[in-house]
């Protein structure tokens, strides 16, 4: 159409005249054009915009759409019903507000909210909050809604213990959610599935109303989404919709890349438009992307054909470790940037807690950077509170840490107990902290919120008579032991992630220096100088946000974004792949799908690192190359050492023909030595720490724990006998994964079942 220069596949799409398409969108092939042009023909053509219906996955794409849709028509789209599934929800849910429960002025809650609301239907129903994390109930409340499961049916499957809590509470929530008139951002799709299919005469009237639906993103759509798509389509069945089978990568949060595989099927006599030709990156990009991607069982064929030139080979780049492997980044930033501005340059991961390494680099090299779908590293919830334990080690006068750290785990110790202890210390103009090691009943603080703070600040007191000869990482086991912090985390719905960012503050320190602190008083504990430059690095001053900066991105944000250069880090098995999505062939192909959504990132140049060994899980342990690796062409690769091994005779990754693994219960695996000659490892299942480890036993390579007074091996199984230097003996009751991610559910003689991380549960033979 004028105004928009189309492909022949586009110009397809866009001029299909009535009944369902599906445009298979491939990554970088302009489908945002195709969406923009064909709801722009559609009203240039008579249709009214109030008859046109186009859902977005953001309102910042759907303001954008509308802008463009507007400059290509050249008039207003007023009435054209334009944005999210949750946007468009909760217009339906106000227009019909008679039909339901609320009035039109409800209330949408966020998720604090709702998870506040959730622990005060937990308290009236006599469910302790602090035993069953309203969180964990939050999120599986939320599953069941996107999934269009009641309470009813809810319950009717819930057989664990948790799953009988969230069962009593559910319904509860339910009411109370209505009995504000609010709705929770689940609600918003559940009731409005309900008001299409069981209200009489609503899905009639709106199906009559919207002669073309477009849907974007369309593989990212959950079941109650499907289900509002399929109505308001019913009456003209002029539904299209856009995407990629191949970038579907939300399926933990309830996306279902059926709905995309099967819409042929569910919609008959579907046209399909295949956008291939890829405007974004080089040729030897698209090859590894096309390599990796068609692994995959569960896809529409496709394959992405370059419209630039071949460009250079895609970097595999091996490193001694995490710092080596941000070293190398920054150099290689350093080296290029005045080629181009820093807004060029994205470094993508995993996980999260991978950021960390990168921001202590760019800081130190003076880069700029921005975190982009994230907080900084020592500004996540956990991080902040187990620095605030270590703060208050420190510095006992530290009010705001006290504030933080005896506020979790939770011990007993409530708001009123705390407001009170405040009131108190304020009279004795003196600490927290000493005011806690002082309180008495006489103080009107209740009994049990007394025991709670004596063993506070008993356990600080032990901790703290030992700083001096403690380096910063041993402070910080021994705060994480006394005070049972990883355990806490284990026991949150989201607590691997958690955990994971708590390794890397143990990383941070293990690679801390007293050198590294500018102006150290020789009496300083390590621990304090630590905490010092844990302050410095946190300043936000040092990087300009708002101009050139270099991208920290997860792999989960990245989607949809483009960068002249890509560093695509942490390519190891267990990381990326994660351990836990292997476990299963849908798993596997998800993350498979997430590396090509990394790679086709990139526009000019990409770069894929690994590193031979990682802090992860408490410990500093050998990693293996990411089976992703395997499946790259190797004509359209170049691999390298990188950082950390650059005075090692050991050969570099040397394409997929190089080794050949298998993690599946055992099996070999094939890794260079330092000869250069290769040699076979045992990666056998079981709890693990650093390989070869002095005093750990066992052949190298082989996943042992070193146990400080004790060499005998500890069997992970049920039915086995541990000790917890906290809880006490218990016997094993089941074992959840293996290796360094491994948790066990243990019943203690007197502490009862806990879940605990292996990898900082200090468990010993009993």
Known sequence: MSGLRLNPEQREAVEHPEGPLLVLAGAGSGKTRVLTARAARL??????????????FTNKAAGEMRERIEGLIGRTTRGLWIGTFHSIAARLLRIEAPHTSRTHAFTIYDEDDSIRTIRDVMSSLGHDPKRWSPRAVKTRISSAKNALVGPAEYAADAFDPFG??????????????????????????FEAVRLLEVEEGVRERYAARFVHVLVDEYQDTNHAQYRIVKALAAAYRNLCVVGDDDQAVYGWRGADIRNILDFEADFSGAHVVRLERNYRSTGSILEVANAVISKNFARKPKRLRAQREMGDPIEVVRCGDERDEAAWVSSRIEGERGDRG????????????????????FRRAGIPYRIVGGVPFYERREVKDVLAYLRLLVNPADGVAFMRAVAWPRRGVGAKSLERLEEVAGRRDEPLALAAERAERGDGIPAAALRGLRHFVEGLRQVRASLADRTAREAMEACVATFGLATAL???????????????LFAAAEAFEREDAEDAVDEASDLELFLQSVSLRSDLDEADFEGEAVTLITLHNAKGLEFPVVFLAGLEEGLFPLSRAIETPEGLEEERRLFYVGVTRAMDHLSLTYADTRWRAGMSSQSAPSSFLDELPAEHVRSQLGAGLGFRARRPWSGAASRRRSFAGGGAATRPDATGADRSYSWRQGPATSPGREGGGGEEGELRYDYEDSQEPLALAPGVRVVHP??????????????????????????????????YAGLRPA
């Open 43 to 56: 009203i240039r053509e008579g249709l009214a915009p109030g008859r046109l219906l186009a859902v977005t």
């Open 164 to 189: 009988k809590i969230v069962a009593a509470v559910y319904p509860a929530y339910r009411r109370e959610i209505e009995r504000r008139n609010a709705y929770d951002f689940d609600d918003l799709l």
């Open 342 to 361: 820093l807004n060029g340059f994205a470094v993508l991961y995993r996980t999260n807690a991978q950021s960390r390494a990168f921001e202590e680099a």
């Open 490 to 504: 284990a026991e949150e719905e989201d607590g691997a992630d958690r955990l994971e960012n708590v390794s890397e």
């Open 726 to 759: 906290r809880f006490g003996a218990g016997e094993i009751l089941q074992v959840h994964g293996y290796g360094r991610e491994a948790r066990v559910d243990i019943d203690f003689d007197d502490a009862g079942r806990k879940k605990v991380v292996v990898a």
